[in-house]
T-cell receptor, first 111, second 112 residues
Framework: QQQVKQSPQSLIVQKGGISIINCAYE??????FPWYQQFPGKGPALLIA???DVSEKKEGRFTISFNKSAKQFSLHIMDSQPGDSATYFC??????????WGAGTKLIIKP | DAGITQSPRHKVTETGTPVTLRCHQT?????MYWYRQDPGHGLRLIHY???????DKGEVSDGYSVSRSKTEDFLLTLESATSSQTSVYFC???????????FGQGTRLTVV
């Protein structure tokens, strides 16, 4: 019930392509779904977040798609660049202080 | 990094010894968190604090204790370190529930 399942574990995309990372959850009480980006040797940093009252949120090249009925949400990175190479984490919380994190996706953008 | 400093950045310690990790913030954020990060597990919450002297357990709190005597400092103590506590530890802060979390640079702890 508390898990957030993230896939794939790793992803290689050509420069200019679309990177897609998926997450699924079970707990319907979750009401906040952020995505974090982490570079080696650094702490995670918030990339974009969505609440379940909207189906899509876009910030620049980054878009979250949210499917409430399927209990899934995904991150799309358009026109992927080598600088986007990082580990991406989805997470979810239910109005408290505890973020439940996915296992992470290591994204490599090939020039 | 939103003024969050963790110390030490790296530590090697022996099994059975006590270890204290420090998190210091200059943002005056009310909420502070300690996470551990392990391959294949993402980040897991150890303990969090919602104010001075107010703390609560996260999902992996066994073997860990915390203290927060000032708004800016949040200490994580491993009472008797074990090899299973070898990990990268991150401190984070937020201004409230369901808000952006700001992370420190992490502490890599190795228990031998």
């Amino acid at each position: 019930q508390q898990q957030v399942k993230q896939s794939p574990q790793s992803l290689i995309v050509q420069k200019g392509g679309i990177s897609i990372i998926n997450c699924a959850y079970e707990n319907t009480a979750f009401d906040y779904f952020p995505w974090y980006q982490q570079f080696p040797g650094k702490g995670p940093a918030l990339l974009i977040a969505i609440r379940p009252d909207v189906s899509e949120k876009k910030e620049g090249r980054f878009t979250i798609s949210f499917n409430k009925s399927a209990k899934q949400f995904s991150l799309h990175i358009m026109d992927s660049q080598p600088g986007d190479s990082a580990t991406y984490f989805c997470a979810a919380s239910r109005g408290n202080y505890q973020l439940i994190w996915g296992a992470g996706t290591k994204l490599i953008i090939k020039p | 990094d939103a003024g969050i400093t963790q110390s030490p950045r790296h530590k090697v310690t022996e099994t059975g010894t006590p270890v204290t990790l420090r998190c210091h913030q200059t943002e005056n954020h009310r909420y502070m968190y300690w996470y551990r990060q392990d391959p294949g597990h993402g980040l897991r919450l150890i303990h969090y604090s919602y104010g001075v002297k107010d703390t609560d357990k996260g999902e992996v709190s066994d073997g860990y204790s915390v203290s927060r005597s000032k708004t800016e400092d949040f200490l994580l103590t491993l009472e008797s370190a074990t090899s299973s506590q070898t990990s990268v530890y991150f401190c984070a802060t937020t201004t409230g529930q369901n808000t952006e979390a700001f992370f420190g640079q992490g502490t890599r702890l190795t228990v031998v």
